[in-house]
């Protein structure tokens, strides 16, 4: 018989709490945020930055950047851009410049940050495939950036990593050598290599989810989900025991 009123007590507990808890904390995952900041690379004298928040495969990411060439061929001058995905996770330094021309392009570049993973368009195509389209870039000398974007599998484990790293290019051939500004992009051969070299650059880091709570902070949600569940078992245990009475009455 104690068997029996334990089983009757026990199973609407865990019948009422076990779902409550399970769905309250699939829809309490929050969003992780994450910043750049942007610096010059090149000679670009700009600068930037950059705040990326992701909720699933969703990113919100908003962006100031000044600083930058400001035009081409008597138009406000494009800068594509990217998050840049699966290498080291850093801007490369001077070093990476292999020929010798005074300018690290976008494939000495690539050892350090890595391939295209998402393209920061205005518009349309995110994907690697618009990542020297020009006419979704955003442009001039400075500009603000705020677009809601889907991420890939790849660019998504990448940010999660800490290898993901944002840069933005396009550079002013007045500032570069004689041999750089003569050369062709070894991206885009009509254009020259100032169009698609790198301008700024950062890596892409988390940010903090906020300080330990005190009174109504972090934690107290938590508190509130645990008080009702307690709550809710106290009542179910109450109405299983008026149950168990009711039948020990019936039994006598």
């Not at 690290?104 to 368009?121: H, K, W």
């Not at 972090?218 to 009702?228: A, H, K, N, P, R």
Request: glycine share 12%; net charge positive; proline share 6%.
């Amino acid at each position: 018989m104690r068997k029996v009123k334990a089983c009757l007590l026990l199973a609407p507990v865990a019948a009422f709490s076990m779902p409550f808890v399970a769905s309250t904390a699939a829809s309490a995952a929050p969003a992780t945020n994450y910043s750049a900041t942007l610096n010059p690379l090149n000679h670009a004298s700009g600068s930037g930055m950059l705040s990326l928040t992701m909720n699933g495969n969703k990113a919100t990411v908003t962006e100031h950047v000044s600083g930058l060439a400001a035009t081409f061929m008597n138009g406000p001058y494009p800068h594509v851009q990217h998050i840049h995905i699966g290498a080291q996770g850093k801007c490369p330094t001077a070093a990476a410049d292999k020929n010798g021309d005074g300018v690290v392009d976008t494939a000495e570049g690539q050892p350090s940050y890595g391939a295209i993973g998402t393209t920061l368009s205005t518009k349309g195509d995110t994907s690697p495939k618009a990542g020297t389209d020009v006419k979704i870039a955003p442009g001039g000398g400075s500009f603000d950036y705020s677009r809601t974007i889907t991420l890939d599998a790849k660019t998504m484990s990448s940010v999660q990593a800490g290898t993901a790293v944002i840069v933005v290019h396009g550079l002013d051939p007045t500032t570069l050598s004689k041999k750089a500004q003569g050369e062709k992009s070894n991206l885009v051969p009509s254009l020259p290599l100032a169009a698609t070299s790198p301008a700024l650059c950062g890596p892409l880091t988390s940010m903090p989810a906020g300080g330990a709570a005190t009174g109504g902070g972090s934690t107290s949600g938590v508190e509130d989900v645990w008080m009702f569940v307690a709550g809710g078992a106290a009542l179910t245990a109450a109405g299983a025991a008026l149950v168990l009475r009711r039948l020990a009455t019936s039994t006598h």
